[in-house]
């Protein structure tokens, strides 16, 4: 009986082959996460600078001139100002030319006797014709001068419809100055007085005066 016999049973247990580092041995335990390793600092986060607030203008921001700015100006601003005093300025000419009317129509019935006209009939119609046109333009004065008056009166807190019919009313105003040329100049003022009205309302611190919010 030899030990030297591979299938010998009495002989000593066949060598294992080396096995691979780890191989069959329980795995290494990482290091829970935070515990017993040196944490990386906390990254301080950089304080946002806070913007400071736009400075207010009573006026309105300097950038832009007349007072607007584009929240609308805090002050009715000088140009829509002075349109309101002029559109002012139009409707007191029509309540003057109004009552130059009144006046007129009051001395008609003299003038027409002076005139030889009674007791003429054809003559009598035209004279009534005319009165007629007279007592057209005395109510169409007289409207004119009530509208200026309310929309004088709508200037502080009127919208944008204010501005518009500014316009209108001026443009319509500058025909009325057509008809009045002869009245001791009287219609050449007041067609200045409605094309500086116009330009007034039309300019852009007016429209942005009309414009702004409301609250």
């Given at each position: 009986m030899s030990f030297g016999e591979?299938?010998?049973?009495?002989?000593?247990?066949?060598?294992?082959?080396?096995?691979?580092?780890?191989?069959?041995?329980?795995?290494?335990?990482?290091?829970?996460?935070?515990?017993?390793?040196?944490?990386?600092?906390?990254?301080?986060?950089?304080?946002?600078?806070?913007?400071p607030y736009p400075p207010q203008y009573p006026g309105g921001d300097p950038r832009f001139p007349g007072g607007y700015h584009p929240g609308g100006p805090a002050e009715m601003p000088r140009p829509t100002r002075v349109a309101q005093i002029l559109v002012g300025v139009i409707a007191l000419a029509h309540a003057i030319i109004a009552g130059a009317y009144v006046y007129f129509l009051t001395q008609w019935d003299e003038v027409m006797t002076e005139a030889g006209i009674t007791g003429d009939a054809e003559a009598e119609r035209f004279a009534d014709l005319g009165k007629g046109v007279v007592v057209f333009f005395l109510a169409l004065a007289t409207v004119f001068a009530i509208l200026g008056l309310v929309?004088?009166?709508?200037?502080?807190?009127?919208?944008?419809?204010?501005?518009?019919?500014?316009?209108?009313?001026?443009?319509?105003?500058?025909?009325?100055?057509?008809?009045?040329?002869?009245?001791?100049?009287?219609?050449?003022?007041?067609?200045?007085?409605?094309?500086?009205?116009?330009?007034?309302?039309?300019?852009?611190?007016?429209?942005?005066?009309?414009?702004?919010?409301?609250?």
């Open positions: 591979p299938n010998n049973p009495y002989g000593p247990p066949p060598q294992q082959p080396p096995t691979a580092p780890g191989h069959g041995q329980p795995p290494q335990q990482q290091p829970a996460s935070g515990y017993g390793v040196p944490q990386a600092p906390p990254y301080q986060q950089q304080p946002y600078p806070q913007q929309l004088l009166l709508q200037y502080a807190k009127g919208g944008n419809t204010v501005r518009v019919c500014s316009i209108v009313y001026s443009s319509f105003a500058i025909v009325t100055g057509i008809f009045m040329l002869a009245y001791w100049g009287l219609g050449l003022l007041l067609m200045a007085v409605s094309i500086v009205a116009i330009v007034l309302s039309a300019k852009r611190e007016s429209a942005a005066w009309f414009q702004r919010p409301r609250y």
